[in-house]
């Protein structure tokens, strides 16, 4: 299975990979059958990189399940294959979601992202050395680009919730904003920190410790010096 530094993500896209299931079961009409029997079912060998690939991109989006020399298609799969209309839009959205790195990428830049941003986010977040990033990039969006039509778009509260918190001589509004980052503003100083990031809010934490301490002694210094 290909790698993107830390992540796996399958060769295959889903549609493809959807098509040569349909034809497994078609052809067999069980659930449960031996790789081999599979591999001849699609003219493949059962060794060769190519069937190796195929069902390891099954596995990966949850269609399948292996072992013992066996392939089991899993629930999932029959409703990506078989169900009403909004079941397999349903299991379509979560069978690219098993994948890690096409969960993340859809958390963060959405139905759409760009190849420059997927080149990023595998620097920065997968650990991609920069002499691999764009090959693997172009990779990785063209697989994502076609999985993006079975990804159903996010919810968002039509009224976001919305809590005051006191602060010195009037109130601060704190609300998350509709990219899940959320907004603390004050009279002229606003902070907007990533929703469920911790690292981030940790991150603001200390330097805004670190300013109340370098302000505070700031002041120190200058009572003392009026005192003498």
């Known amino acids: 299975m290909p790698k993107a530094g830390k992540y796996d993500f399958p060769y295959f896209d889903l549609d493809l990979a959807l098509k040569k299931l349909l034809r497994i079961h078609e052809v067999l009409r069980e659930d449960e059958i031996d790789r081999s029997v599979v591999a001849e079912t699609l003219g493949m060998a059962e060794r060769g990189g190519g069937f190796l690939y195929l069902i390891s991109s099954m596995d990966k989006y949850g269609l399948v399940k292996t072992g013992g020399g066996r392939i089991i298609i899993t629930q999932l799969g029959k409703f990506a294959l078989y169900g009403e209309e909004t079941e ?27 190849n420059e941003q997927i080149r990023a986010f595998l620097r920065q977040k997968a650990f991609v050395e920069v002499d691999k990033a764009q090959k693997i990039a172009d990779h990785v969006y063209r697989i994502y680009k076609k999985a993006a039509k079975h990804l159903l778009p996010a919810k968002t509260p039509s009224q976001p919730p919305i809590s005051e918190v006191e602060g010195e001589g009037r109130r601060e509004t704190m609300k998350p904003l509709e990219s899940q980052a959320l907004k603390i503003q004050y009279k ?14 940790e991150f603001v934490e200390k330097a805004l410790a670190y300013m109340k301490k370098e302000i505070l002694e700031e002041r120190q210094k200058t009572t003392e010096t009026k005192a003498d």
Do not use: C, M, S
């Open 88 to 114: 397999k839009k349903r299991a379509r959205h979560n069978a690219i979601l098993k994948v890690d790195l096409f969960k993340e990428l859809y958390e963060q830049f959405g139905k759409d992202a760009t």
């Open 188 to 201: 002229n100083v606003l902070i907007q920190i990533p929703r469920d990031d911790v690292e981030a809010i």
